[in-house]
């Protein structure tokens, strides 16, 4: 859904407090409110964004994109630099068959 927001006396509204009132707007949890792309208008006062309400958590990790989830606070951030993935797969692709996981796998300690 798109949101409007009209604030006069604040210069925007964050996204948590917006969740919070959605939820009690449309009488659902507010951690299954997702508020994103707010756009404040030029001067101030209002804001435009989306909203989307779904009916329980586990509908939301089904179909939000994973960037979303992570903004929220649901689920788990990679842990490996995108260089340290890069050249694992560099050192995959020059063996064959099923050393590809040994060489994925790391040196033992």
Same mark, same amino acid.
Do not use: C
């Given at each position: ?27 659902s ?8 792309g707010m *756009?404040?208008?030029?001067g ?8 989307? @309400?779904?009916?329980?958590?586990? @509908? ?7 960037y ?5 606070? @649901? ?7 995108? *260089?340290?993935?890069?050249e *694992? ?12 996981? *040994?060489?994925g796998?790391?040196k033992?300690?």
């Open positions: 859904m798109v949101v409007d927001v009209i604030h006069p006396s604040k210069p925007n509204i964050s996204k948590t407090d917006l969740r919070e009132k959605l939820g009690k707007v449309y009488k949890p507010s951690d299954s409110v997702f508020v994103f *756009k404040t208008a030029y101030g006062g209002r804001s435009t964004g989306f909203a989307l @309400i779904y009916d329980n958590l586990a @509908i939301a990790k089904k179909f939000e994109p994973k979303r989830l992570l903004r929220h606070g @649901i689920g788990a951030k990679r842990t490996s630099s995108r *260089k340290q993935r890069k *694992k797969k560099h050192r995959q692709m020059k063996v064959r068959g099923i050393k590809k996981a *040994k060489v796998a790391g033992k300690k």
